[in-house]
């Protein structure tokens, strides 16, 4: 069983800058891509960021320059480092992670609970 755990949401005023970390623990063998991905009340769910197992980066058009996503192997956990938060990006945010439980496995994805980011004056 693979557990995620997101931790570093919280309310943030216009501009202002978080910090998310997720924490994947368990049966884990193998960890390839790791992301990030947010939800807003009523709105379609969007991929923010993501990074691959050699340090591959990718970002959505609204969020470049302004987030960075890194992740550390020894300790099976990826950061998305928040600067100048708008207000629109208030949203339930999620870690991702595509991971083989035993060598030779498939890759399957897991998903954590979510940590809310909410971004007001």
């Known amino acids: 069983q693979v557990q995620l755990v997101e931790s570093g949401g919280g309310l943030v005023q216009p501009g202002g800058s978080l910090r998310l970390s997720c924490r994947a623990s368990?049966?884990?063998?193998?960890?390839?891509?790791m992301g990030w991905y947010r939800q807003a009340p009523g709105k379609q769910g969007e991929a923010v960021a993501s990074?691959?197992?050699?340090?591959?980066?990718a970002y959505a058009d609204s969020v470049k320059g302004r987030f960075t996503i890194s992740r550390d192997n020894t300790k099976n956990t990826v950061d998305l480092q928040m600067n100048i938060l708008k207000p629109e990006e208030t949203a339930v945010y999620y870690c991702?992670?595509?991971?083989?439980?035993?060598?030779?496995?498939?890759?399957?994805?897991?998903g954590g609970q979510g940590t809310q980011v909410t971004v007001s004056s």
């Open positions: 991702r992670i595509s991971a083989q439980v035993s060598r030779g496995g498939r890759y399957e994805y897991y």
């Open positions: 368990g049966s884990i063998f193998s960890i390839d891509n």
């Open positions: 990074i691959t197992s050699l340090g591959n980066t």
